[in-house]
């Protein structure tokens, strides 16, 4: 499985980078006044035909389809083909290319292709998460890195927190903790930079969908990480009727959660 998703994850990031590297491109707006462009939409035919190819028993959610909205599964796999639209009408590089498995409401698998950034992220067979070092190959896996979440000091916590998504009532939580250093990402990026280390906490105090996060999520469980609930610190499942998420944190297990 993991092959096929990154496979698909660099094809499709060719399509986007094709895109993102023209003088200009259209982009429109979906009914949830969310912005949508022709990037996205190459990026969705192709792993969808892809997915269907390689596994035509497994239910696909995609966000570009509404129609895949209204299941109700509890294991299937999840695609964002552009995660991070407003980075890339921007031009800013922080977007994703999002692939992920879920069984019985936990991601399993997943895959996070930064195509503008060059940064490939994904679970191998055993569920432990990688780092690929491009440049890279769709038919061969090239050299990689196990990736580890860090073991954090809580006098000094690293904090990743949203780029385009900011808002008081996160900054509020953020200023419960000692917080040494704070960086901002767009898009998954946010859940890899806690699995690789880079940071110790990402808080979500806002509205996400499934697509956003199951890849991401998979990529941070597999080094170790944790996402839980914001409200209660329950486990973060997937599967949700409308594939809609509560606020959530995502973070290393080493670190002494505030309450909300």
Request: aromatic share 8%; hydrophobic share 40%.
């Amino acid at each position: 499985m993991e092959s096929v998703f990154r496979k698909l994850a660099l094809e499709a990031g060719d399509r986007i980078m094709d895109v993102y590297n023209a003088d200009d491109f259209d982009v429109k707006v979906k009914s949830d006044d969310s912005p949508v462009t022709e990037a996205d939409e190459a990026a969705d035919a192709l792993i969808s035909a892809g997915i269907a190819a390689a596994f035509p028993d497994i239910a696909l959610v995609t966000e570009e389809q509404a129609a895949s909205h209204g299941q109700s599964v509890s294991s299937f796999i999840i695609v964002d083909p552009l995660d991070g639209t407003k980075e890339f009408i921007n031009r800013r590089g922080d977007f994703t290319v999002n692939i992920a498995y879920v069984e019985d409401g936990v991601p399993l698998r997943g895959v996070v292709y930064a195509p503008a950034t060059g940064r490939l992220f994904y679970t191998e067979a055993d569920g432990r998460t990688v780092e690929e070092t491009g440049p890279f190959e769709k038919d061969r896996k090239g050299d990689v890195k196990p990736l580890s979440v860090s073991d954090p000091d809580n006098s000094a916590l690293m904090v990743v927190a949203s780029k385009s998504h900011r808002d008081a009532a996160t900054d509020a939580y953020i200023g419960k903790y000692s917080v040494k250093d704070m960086k901002s990402a767009g898009s998954s990026l946010k859940f890899c930079l806690v699995a690789t280390g880079e940071a110790d906490l990402y808080p979500r105090l806002g509205r996400t969908m499934e697509w956003d996060t199951a890849a991401g999520h998979a990529v941070l469980r597999g080094a170790g990480g944790h996402v839980i609930r914001f409200d209660d610190h329950m486990p973060f499942t997937y599967g949700k009727q409308g594939f809609e998420n509560p606020f959530f944190i995502a973070h290393a297990p080493g670190v002494d959660l505030e309450a909300g």
